[in-house]
Each structure stands twice: as C-alpha cells, then as structure tokens.
C-alpha cells in the first residue's frame, strides 16, 4: 500500500455487546459507502476492544456505552490519549448520556436506531477530523524532550518556531494530553509539545503531579477546589483560575491525595 492509499485509509472498530448491533453497525457503514472508510473489527465488550484497539490503531471508534464489565466511558478513560482513536462516535440507546459522551471529547453521539444518512454525516466528519489530525502531527517537531534517566526532569525543553524554550517544571500548572502531541499550560501560557502525556508523567516527580484524567496531568499543589460539575463529570480548579478535568474513575483517587 503506497503511503496516499494510506492516508486515505480510515480503519473503524465497532463496540457492542448485542450480536445484532453489532452487525448493524457493519453493514451500515458498508452502506454510507464513505471512501476509504472500512470495518477492521467487531468487538463484544471493552475488554476485547482494549486489545483490538492497540493492535489495529484504529482512527474511527464506534462505542456503545452501556455495556458489561466495562462500560464505554471507562474503556476510553484506559486508552493513553495518544492510543485513541482521533474519532470516537457513541452510538447507544440511552440518549442520556450524551452530554458525558462530549466531555470524553467526542466526536459524535448517535442514538439507536441510526438512520443511514445520520451515520454518513458522522463519518464524513470523522474523515475530516482525522486529516485535520495527520496534518497537525506533520507539522509539529518530532523531537522529543530529554528526560533524564533515573531522576525526574526540573524542566521541560519545548520546540518553538526554530527556538527551544526551558519551561522549568516549577511553572508549569497543567498539562493537556491529546492524540499526537500535549499542551503544556504554564504562567498563562499554552504550548504545544510532541511528546507522549504517559512519558511525561513518568518523568515527573508523582509527589507534585497527578493524573486526575486520561487526558490531564495537574500540579497538586495548585488545586484549591473540586466540583462535580454533573453526576458524571468532576473538575478541579486551580489557584490560577484553569479548570481541569477529573473522571469519575479517578476522583476518589484525587482525594485521597489532597488529605496526604
């Protein structure tokens, strides 16, 4: 396969316990006949999507959310965010769940039954969001910032227009994961990095920061508040004024921090 097949290539899994939804699924995304888009796997529970996932390095995600074991959201909230899909599509019965399925940053939320041209118009979009994101990962520099073997980094080196800027880790308030690169959030400031959100935080000292989401590695001492800001949604807001996500699987673990 040449590397333009490739980028017009767009693998999609699809999440559901039912056999038939399942199916469905398949079948209408053969139907909305979007170029280059292709089923690559049916899976039956989280679990078996986790490893799928990994393995085929999917750009578009069909999730269910109500599902045994692990349901959608606490599959995604184990995926690093640069092992996400760039496009994550809920398609469930429960309609309910539709403001929880955005702030997992997705990028649609069908309710069944799905009518076809519904689905079209999410794939087409997922297409669209996935070039976005290639192009976004083209452009950023691919060097990644050293990281002291053995001891934990007092400072971050980040590419900026042909310059390096030294971010000391005593500046920094945040940091925000995505799918190829991170936003280090520091003095009021935003800057990108290519740079796994995993390794970062393997190279920060655990005593200062804390993972409270997929997606967001925060400085401890910053925070001077928690609000659950709906039934399945929590914040933290820091002395700064930012406000960081928490999912609801791990805000118990953020609160015991906070009593340490």
Known sequence: MTSSQIANTYRVVVVDDEPLARDGLRDAVERAAVPGVSVVALCENGVVALDRIR??????LLLDVAMPVLDGFAMLEQLEPEATPPAVIFVTAYDEHAVRAFDAEALDFLV????DARLRAAL???VRRIAEARAL???LDAEP?????GRYVQQLVIPDRGRR???PVDEVEWIEG???YVRVHAQGRVRLLRERLSRLEASLDPARFHRTHRS???RLDLIRELRADSPYAYSALLSTGARVPVSRERVKQLEARLKV
């Open 145 to 149: 910032p050293p990281v002291a073997a």
């Open 124 to 126: 087409e979009r997922a």
């Open 165 to 167: 800027l030294v971010v």
């Open 112 to 115: 069944k039954p799905v009518a």
């Open 55 to 60: 393995e085929l390095q999917p750009e578009i």
């Open 216 to 218: 967001a590695l925060v």
């Open 137 to 139: 990962r083209a452009g």
């Open 178 to 180: 995505d799918t190829y």
